[in-house]
């Protein structure tokens, strides 16, 4: 028993150096240092945290402390997205919804806000009910429309 509780906590251990960097690189975002958030979220994020990730995508996505590129920012939400990363998810369905970076895929956009939706992200629910109103890579049905709309 007295094993397994130290193995537990050093297994919290070495999670501490990821957080500490995950929120300096939070702190130098908030304050527009966007090279040094990139300097702390880009090692977190090769190995494999979610929010690194999800941030990451983001910077490419809008062009902060980086050259604007889509395919690294589809590249870093697709990696968070599958790790199960709520706000990745959204942000990929809304991607592909508003053909940016990418062909307008309405199916892959409902994909991804349903995995979203499913998280309780509204934005998500909403646009994903939308979907389902207008018949948008989903069949029209909006009994399923006002089920989505409905959980905001």
């Avoid at 990139?38 to 983001?58: E, I, M, S, T, V």
């Avoid at 939706?117 to 994903?128: H, V």
């Amino acid at each position: 028993m007295k094993l397994a509780f130290a193995a537990t906590i050093f297994s919290l251990l070495l999670t501490l150096p990821a957080w500490a960097g995950f929120e300096a690189g939070t702190a130098a975002y908030q304050r527009g240092d966007y090279g040094a958030a990139l300097r702390q979220w880009l090692p977190l994020a090769k190995r494999g945290h979610a929010g690194a990730q999800k941030n990451l995508a983001a910077m490419y996505r809008h062009g902060r402390g980086v050259k604007r590129n889509y395919a690294e920012a589809i590249k870093w939400y697709r990696k968070a997205a599958a790790r199960g990363n709520a706000t990745a998810q959204f942000s990929l369905g809304l991607m592909y919804h508003e053909a940016e970076g990418v062909p307008q895929n309405y199916a892959k956009a409902a994909k991804w806000y349903r995995k979203a939706a499913e998280q309780g992200i509204a934005l998500a629910q909403f646009n994903l009910g939308t979907l389902y109103y207008e018949g948008l890579g989903v069949p029209q049905n909006y009994a399923e429309a006002y089920k989505w709309w409905a959980k905001r």
